[in-house]
């Protein structure tokens, strides 16, 4: 149940784009989206639920499509600052439609000067 | 307004041995979850409780992980006795409600030797 996270990692100059793909084989209630600098805590991102909505975070973006049970998150003209692993979370219902959360193994961006 | 808090940062203790993490989360956050996370992977979620109540604890290793959360604020984790494949950071985080952001504490790395 655990999403999959695509590309594993990237690499950037500053003032380029990314985007972060995850993509669930279950069907979806929400997706979250953390970032993780080395050595620290993962820190909240934002929470995208069902609906196709997309969602901004500075020049920061994410994007829900529940048919494909993908998100995407787009870095917009990137600082060194966004240097870190994303991750994404998924809250998929699970037999007794309790929502179980699972992570993303992690996207590691260098964003480089 | 005061984070997750966690302790102790650093363990290092032998196989065999058992160990006890701490965890205080938000004021009055009721959801407090403790991840599991091994270097290079995405935190696995190991149980859940929502105030003093346990939701989820699918993916905790019941054999020799045990958690508790006395009167719905701090909470308890121990692991008795550790295993090789235990070395790991423990991140502690808590929720308003379930599904929401979650903030994470600084997390305790443990080494098993």
């Known amino acids: 149940q655990q999403p999959v996270q695509s590309p594993q990692a990237v690499i950037l100059r500053e003032g380029e784009d990314a985007v972060i793909n995850c993509s669930s084989s279950?069907?979806?209630?929400?997706v979250h989206w953390y970032r993780q600098k080395h050595g620290e805590a993962p820190v909240f991102l934002m929470i995208?639920?069902?609906?196709?909505e997309q969602k901004g975070h500075e020049k920061i973006s994410a994007s829900f499509n529940e048919k494909k049970q993908q998100s995407s998150l787009y870095l917009t003209a990137s600082q060194l600052s966004y240097s870190g692993t994303y991750f994404c979370?998924?809250?998929?219902?699970?037999?007794?439609?309790?929502?179980?959360?699972?992570f993303g193994s992690g996207t590691k961006l260098n964003v480089k000067p | 307004e005061a984070g997750v808090a966690q302790s102790p940062r650093y363990k290092i203790i032998e196989k065999r041995q058992s160990v006890a993490f701490w965890c205080n989360p938000i004021?009055?956050?009721?959801?407090l979850y403790w991840y599991q996370q091994i270097l290079g992977q995405g935190p696995k979620l190991l149980i859940q409780?929502?105030?003093?109540?346990?939701?989820?604890d699918s993916q905790l290793p019941k054999d020799r992980f045990s958690a508790e959360r006395l009167k719905g604020v701090d909470s308890t984790l121990k692991i008795q006795p550790a295993k090789l494949e235990d070395s790991a950071v423990y991140l502690c985080?808590?929720?308003?409600?379930?599904?929401?952001?979650?903030?994470f504490g600084q997390g305790t790395r443990l080494t098993v030797v």
């Open positions: 985080a808590s929720s308003l409600v379930a599904g929401g952001e979650a903030f």
């Open positions: 995208l639920l069902k609906g196709g």
């Open positions: 979370g998924t809250e998929t219902p699970d037999k007794y439609n309790f929502n179980k959360f699972y």
């Open positions: 004021s009055g956050h009721a959801t």
């Open positions: 409780f929502q105030n003093n109540g346990v939701v989820d």
């Open positions: 279950k069907a979806l209630y929400s």
